[in-house]
């Protein structure tokens, strides 16, 4: 029987912290939640950043939108600083426990867990969930424990799939369908729901947590993802908040998320994501001593990390191109 591979260093965490006493206050009655209306018709869209505490990047997009006294033109504008009792947490030489406190908040958006406030993050969803009721574009800004590639996960409808193609940034786009663990904030409701209704909601990873880069990708998403929701015009933007277009974009569909039995799961090698398996059978890793192997040919690895190692944590998703 295998034994279970030594916990890796943690990378270094080179991403500033972000001060975030004004922010967090808001302009709600929510703490952390600033909330701007035009008065004009348009779409309703919400910016959400820190669902985990140690995920930076998208806290200071956010604080950069304010300081820039960013507004909508049309339609109404939400800025959700979320999990902020986790980021209270951050410590940047051990960051891991910092993603959340009791659970992870990316797994309690289903109407059982919501109503059932019994750890930090259900309770803080609970404030928040109005804001995401009324909500009709969600962006939520998220980061990797390893790959440095930035990755728009759109879900499984085709409306979400065609914005991130629309937007033109990152190269690569993965259509997932969630998590076994939980529901996730970008699929609740309405916005996981078949048929365009009306709503787009995506997730960015903008790459490895502790990466500097990781705030250029966030705030190159939020100009992007505005612009498409029609919510402020290219002069309210920053020209140096986008990055130059992707020179391709490539959609993958997930087949398959594979989660830990147990702590004993290893990696063949040190995979960092977007890997491609060339053959069916091809060895991914091993979990309780049995080979994980790659159902198919040209078999894409997707965020494959044992960071957060635990029964039932998925440790890695396998994808195939969805055909043009």
């Not at 947490?89 to 867990?113: G, L, T």
């Not at 990781?214 to 290219?234: E, K, P, S, Y």
Request: aromatic content about 8%.
């Amino acid at each position: 029987m295998s034994t279970p591979a030594a916990a890796p260093s943690p990378r270094p965490f080179l991403l500033a912290c972000p001060d975030l006493s004004s922010e967090r206050a808001g302009n709600t009655d929510t703490p952390g939640v600033w909330h701007f209306d035009s008065g004009v018709p348009g779409k309703r869209v919400m910016l959400s950043a820190l669902i985990h505490g140690n995920e930076l990047c998208g806290a200071w997009a956010l604080k950069d939108a304010l300081a820039a006294g960013l507004r909508p033109r049309r339609g109404s504008l939400t800025l959700a600083f979320c999990n902020l009792a986790a980021f209270d947490r951050f410590d940047p030489s051990n960051y891991a426990p910092a993603r959340f406190v009791d659970e992870d908040m990316n797994r309690v958006w289903s109407e059982d867990k919501l109503s059932a406030p019994n750890s930090q993050e259900r309770r803080r969803a609970a404030q928040i969930r109005p804001w995401v009721e009324r909500s009709d574009w969600l962006l939520d800004f998220h980061s990797m424990s390893n790959s440095d590639v930035p990755l728009q996960l759109t879900g499984m409808e085709q409306r979400n799939i065609d914005l991130a193609l629309a937007l033109g940034n990152p190269a690569t786009i993965i259509a997932d369908a969630g998590h076994a663990a939980g529901v996730r904030m970008r699929d609740y409701g309405r916005f996981g729901q078949a048929g365009d209704n009306g709503t787009r909601s995506l997730l960015i990873e903008c790459g490895f947590h502790g990466a500097p880069e990781a705030h250029g990708v966030a705030l190159d998403q939020l100009a992007r993802f505005l612009l498409a929701a029609d919510t402020v015009d290219r002069a309210d933007l920053p020209a140096a908040w986008f990055a130059p277009d992707a020179g391709a974009q490539r959609a993958l569909r997930v087949t398959h998320a594979v989660a830990a039995k147990s702590a004993d799961f290893r990696f063949a090698q040190p995979w960092k994501g977007l890997e491609t398996l060339p053959r069916a059978g091809d060895l991914i890793g091993w979990s309780e001593g049995e080979p994980v192997v790659a159902p198919y040919d040209d078999c894409v690895l997707i965020m494959p990390s044992t960071a957060n190692l635990r029964p039932g944590v998925t440790v890695v998703r396998l994808a195939q191109p969805i055909a043009a």
